[in-house]
């Protein structure tokens, strides 16, 4: 198959697509276009803790895979219209790609407070550049107040007490992570914070931010005011679809495509964190997911369906978090589940197993140190995908191998 194909978004999951196009024998011209000047890299790096200093990108691949592939690479542009009609992308620099079939990965950005923007001291994490300005002010004796209690607030958290800042968390809600994990998981996480030192403040409304010259003070609801040398707002992530929505894309929590990441034109597709799909898995429920997972099993999923395959998203959800020396897992969605099923998996390690009424299994939360979890969650994943009822009292006992159940 011959033809343009333009890329537009040089994350993960664009540049896994751009691979996966040639991998599949795609020989037409392929351009992936990204605003950082970066070349394409992981973000999960950026609010894991490092020993190497200042936080170096972890690459996709090399300039030169790139150049051998015969992958199109433009850094530092920005695509400011869709003409679906002339089928051409304009660009902010009053240049112009024209294209057969187009690919959106246009990620998500950090959600804000209302009537509150980033400022010196008020600073948000998603990019390199975001990073590198957090950790130059993580040293000893620095003052880090984190507004929101979620995987990104929490991880930056750790990585801040590692590198001897005092920090305080300020989460709305009445536990941490109320929208990710399971009390009992998210109870566990809170102690290993409190434990490294974090002050934690739940149930805990902002009611302003104000900054001086050299900090910032953020007043809650009840008359209680936090003082930092520096605030990092981590509430959440807001899908990037304003080129969507001005070409006249469907929408809904994203840029709504279909089980192939087709958008409401045929030769608009669309992946990763920007987009909502839904997932047969779930009785065809529309998700968004924003994990690393998700955006390379999209990315090379769309790269078939963008040369013509008819392949749907089938992957359970999968996501991972670090927390000091605790790894966290969970695969599959809980939404539907009336009870869960705890098993030891010594070492301090737990999982437990989300069951919906009728005994179907559709997700394992874990949570333990290192790597402890990740076989169990591995196989939990393979139940899930295999959409078993499993034997409750099976799934409890240590004694009783997982993979025997996925076997029956």
Avoid at 75 to 87: E, F, P, S, Y
Avoid at 148 to 161: D, K, P, T, Y
Avoid at 266 to 281: M, R, T, W
Avoid at 344 to 363: P, T, W
Wanted: aromatic share 4%.
């Amino acid at each position: 198959m011959t033809g343009e194909i333009v890329i537009v978004g040089a994350g993960l999951c664009g540049a896994r697509a751009a691979f996966a196009l040639r991998e599949r024998g795609f020989s037409g011209h392929v351009t992936l276009v990204g605003e950082e000047v970066h070349l394409p890299y992981e973000r999960p790096p950026l609010s894991k803790p490092s020993t190497a200093g200042p936080p170096v990108p972890q690459l996709v691949a090399a300039r030169q895979a790139y150049d051998d592939a015969g992958i199109e690479l433009l850094t530092g542009h920005c695509v400011t219209r869709i003409d679906r009609a002339a089928k051409r992308l304009v660009l902010s620099d009053a240049g112009s790609l024209g294209y057969d079939r187009l690919l959106l990965a246009t990620g998500a950005r950090p959600r804000r407070l209302p009537n509150l923007t980033a400022s010196r001291l008020l600073l948000t994490l998603r990019t390199h550049g975001d990073a590198e300005r957090i950790a130059a002010r993580l040293v000893p004796g620095r003052r880090l107040v984190v507004i929101g209690g979620g995987f990104i607030g929490l991880e930056l958290s750790a990585m801040a007490r590692q590198a001897g800042a005092e920090v305080t968390v300020v989460e709305g809600q009445a536990r941490l992570l109320a929208r990710a994990v399971p009390a009992e998981i998210a109870a566990l996480v809170e102690a290993r914070h409190r434990q490294a030192g974090t002050r934690i403040l739940l149930d805990a409304g902002v009611a302003a931010i104000d900054e001086t010259e050299d900090e910032i003070t953020v007043s809650l609801v009840d008359g209680t005011h936090v003082t930092g040398d520096v605030a990092v707002l981590g509430i959440g992530a807001v899908p990037n679809t304003e080129l969507a929505e001005a070409a006249g894309l469907w929408l809904e929590n994203g840029i709504a495509v279909d089980e192939y990441l087709t958008s409401s034109d045929p030769d608009i597709f669309a992946a990763g964190d920007c987009c909502s799909f839904p997932l047969a898995l779930y009785g065809n429920k529309r998700i968004r997911l924003e994990s690393w997972r998700s955006a390379q099993d999209q990315g090379s999923l769309v790269a078939a369906n963008l040369l013509g395959a008819r392949s749907p998203v089938g992957h359970v959800p999968w996501f991972w978090s670090d927390q000091f020396d605790l790894t966290l897992q969970i695969a599959g969605l809980a939404d539907t589940a009336t009870r869960a099923v705890r098993r030891e998996l010594g070492d301090n390690a737990v999982i437990l197993f989300h069951l919906e009424e009728s005994g179907r299994l559709v997700a394992a939360s874990a949570i333990g140190p290192g790597n402890t979890v990740a076989r169990d969650v591995r196989l939990a994943e393979m139940l899930i995908a295999a959409r078993a009822y499993p034997d409750p009292l099976a799934l409890a006992s240590p004694d009783i191998r997982l993979k025997s159940l996925l076997a029956a």
